[in-house]
């Protein structure tokens, strides 16, 4: 082997020492990697954006099957939602944030889509966040009929004054080697192209996490899990609340 | 050891059609334990088909020898019963293997604190529904994953119980077979299920590959275009499978500069139709296997080759083994994904199968020999009235092939 020359070993930190500063941005202590591509609103989310005045409320209905409703006890503050509404209080304090949360597990879109109608004749919302797909891929129903109900639901959301910001997959191992979740997949960007809509790639960002070794949660113990499961939800909810406040930023 | 297993692989069967069964029956396992690093290796990563397209194509071969030829020796309702005894057969082993699978998953979801195991296996139904859940199980119309293999298989028996005086004309059972597959695909028709809309592997598309192989079980002939010609278009195939997988795939922003519809169609290859495309990698896959494995290839008699033939010659309870397993191997990778339990969980996963292949392999032969033993004796004068009629466990078939052979010695029918 021959001997490194300093340039080589200005080289080789310069490798070491760019994914620290590159990490520099995100919050450390918690260890919440997400990296910008995952928080770019594709358009503008101009109902937010008028919720964020100064003084005013964002209202936020979030429907979804199992993970919506988060890992602890209550489903309103420990679930990414939840957190989301959380972020966005940080990021600003001058608006309040409020988080209706409405889901149960294995429920399809179909059925999510009730709940979102009959939650918006209670009462408005300024943001919907509907988590779906899951249920879906696994029981392997019509991609056809999955992608006519996300455009009636974002349909019914924008015609009630509020934005949508649609949740893919969750991610696990299980699910990419025995699901066919591109078809999926690809109804929500579809619908994700819709006006008022933005998808948040959710099986990307924690198939990211898995890979780098940072949140697995099929990977960990059981004294671990909760654990785990809290910091995905904490991280989710962040990589959500700059994805809105994007969106909230962009020129319709 | 390995020489005693060595010797319950019966050699006077197509050892090719046994030790590829028996590779696909290993793949099969492997792909089923999420995470395992093994499955980075399997045929899913090199073609647009997998092993479940190995699995039936030699699945049809192997019917198409059993009951083809015992259709043109016994006539069509003597096959076509033994066909239907068969799926019968494997019905009693899904619904057994239903319930050995729903208790493993709903207990280490309890115990484990797991309850994501239930979304994801699409195992919820039995708790919320647990009256209706048995009935859809029993209808076949309630398939959790992995589940949904077996009730295929069956299904393709009977289509193929129907199908078989067709075999006569293997043309016209091929344009048959095709005018399903084709009617299925346009016009979306599948057998249903209770929440999804149709059946995970469609009966209806799948059958024509199960048709092909019992066609070129049956009728081998001469192929339709020079052989030469047919390597190419094979080896093109199989290229076209990679470029697929590791260029379009991997990189969908080069598919901009591609027709419209040509990128839509490279995205929607889809399994539970046997699109064209897998059709097409499968057959490409298993021409070119033909031309380098000739029947007598020295290397089906070594020592790697015994425990793919005896697997492959024992396929029920190594498929239905193999459910388990891979469920406990996932399991135990969730405790431990490093490199100790990845080797651990692969190499104690194949020897269980292996185990179960050689244990399925003895008995048989241990029936069998009892059986001949005992017909030897009924035929003694005065033995016969005091000995019950010979139906040891032998003579209980353990596939398609073996059926036959049962079929053959059971009436005696002279072999054409």
């Known amino acids: 082997m021959k001997p490194l020359k300093p340039c080589h070993v200005l080289a080789l930190l310069a490798v070491l020492v760019a994914p620290t500063l590159a990490q520099a941005d995100t919050p450390a202590a918690s260890g919440c990697v997400i990296p910008s591509e995952f928080t770019e609103a594709t358009t503008a989310l101009p109902q937010v954006a008028t919720a964020l005045h100064p003084g005013g409320t964002l209202d936020i209905l979030a429907v979804g099957s199992a993970t919506v409703l988060g890992p602890g006890k209550s489903p309103a503050a420990d679930g990414f939602p939840g957190r989301a509404a959380e972020a966005l209080r940080a990021a600003r304090p001058g608006i309040a944030v409020q988080v209706d949360v409405e889901g149960s597990r294995g429920i399809s879109a179909a059925e999510q889509l009730d709940r979102i109608r009959e939650a918006l004749k209670r009462r408005p919302y300024n943001l919907v966040l509907w988590q779906t797909g899951t249920v879906e891929a696994v029981r392997n129903t019509s991609p056809g009929d999955f992608a006519s109900t996300l455009a009636e639901g974002a349909e019914l959301v924008t015609s009630a004054g509020a934005d949508l910001i649609l949740v893919d997959m969750q991610f696990s191992r299980f699910l990419r080697a025995n699901a066919n979740v591109d078809p999926y997949e690809e109804a929500l960007q579809q619908a994700g192209s819709l006006p008022g809509v933005v998808l948040f790639h959710r099986y990307e960002l924690m198939r990211s996490w898995v890979a780098e070794g940072r949140i697995d949660l099929e990977r960990a113990d059981r004294n671990n899990r909760q654990a785990v499961a809290e910091q995905m939800h904490v991280c989710l909810g962040r990589a959500i609340a700059r994805l809105v406040l994007d969106g909230a930023d962009k020129q319709p | ?416």
């Open chain 2, 1 to 416: 050891m390995g020489l005693a297993c060595m010797k319950l692989v019966r050699r006077q069967r197509e050892l090719r059609v046994d030790f590829f069964r028996g590779l696909a029956l290993w793949w099969i396992f492997v792909d089923h334990i999420s995470g395992n690093w093994l499955s980075y290796t399997t045929l899913h990563n090199f073609a647009l088909c997998d092993a479940t397209e190995v699995f039936v194509l030699l699945a049809g071969y192997s019917a198409g020898l059993a009951y083809g030829r015992s259709m043109l020796r016994n006539g069509w309702l003597f096959a076509a019963a033994d066909a239907v005894r068969r799926a019968w057969t494997l019905y009693v082993a899904h619904i057994f293997l239903f319930v050995v699978f729903s208790a493993q998953v709903t207990w280490s979801a309890a115990a484990l604190d797991r309850a994501d195991y239930l979304d994801e296996i699409n195992l919820d139904a039995l708790g919320s529904n647990p009256y209706e859940a048995l009935l859809r199980a029993l209808a076949l119309n309630f398939q959790p994953a992995f589940l949904d293999i077996l009730p295929m298989y069956i299904v393709l028996l009977l289509i193929f119980a129907l199908l078989l005086p067709l075999l006569r004309w293997p043309a016209v059972l091929g344009a048959v077979s095709f005018a399903i597959y084709a009617a299925a695909r346009v016009f979306m028709l599948n057998l249903p299920t209770w929440h999804g809309d149709g059946w995970y592997f469609n009966p209806l598309t799948w059958q024509l590959l199960f048709m092909l192989g019992a066609i070129l079980a049956i009728a081998p002939g001469e192929p339709p275009l020079p052989r030469r010609l047919l390597d190419a278009m094979s080896a093109a195939m199989l290229l076209v499978g990679l470029v697929v997988i590791y260029v379009v795939w991997e990189r969908p922003g080069l598919t901009a500069a591609l027709p419209i519809r040509l990128a839509r169609t490279l995205f929607s290859i889809d399994k539970e139709g046997l699109h064209p495309y897998r059709l097409a990698s499968i057959l490409a896959l298993a021409w070119l296997t033909t031309r380098l494995v000739p029947p007598n290839a020295a290397w089906l008699s070594r020592n790697f080759a015994w425990p793919f033939e005896l697997c492959g010659q024992h396929s029920l309870p190594v498929f239905c083994s193999s459910i388990f397993l891979s469920f406990v191997g996932r399991l135990a990778l969730e405790l431990d994904d490093r490199w100790a339990m990845q080797i651990g969980v692969n190499v104690g996963g194949a020897a269980a199968l292996v185990a179960v292949a050689a244990l399925a392999a003895w008995y048989r032969e241990k029936g069998r020999a009892a059986a001949a033993r005992d017909r030897a004796e009924a035929a003694i004068p005065g033995l016969a009235a005091s000995l019950a009629p010979a139906s040891g466990p032998g003579n209980a078939p353990n596939d398609a092939v073996a059926l036959s052979e049962t079929a053959r010695a059971d009436t005696g029918l002279p072999q054409g």
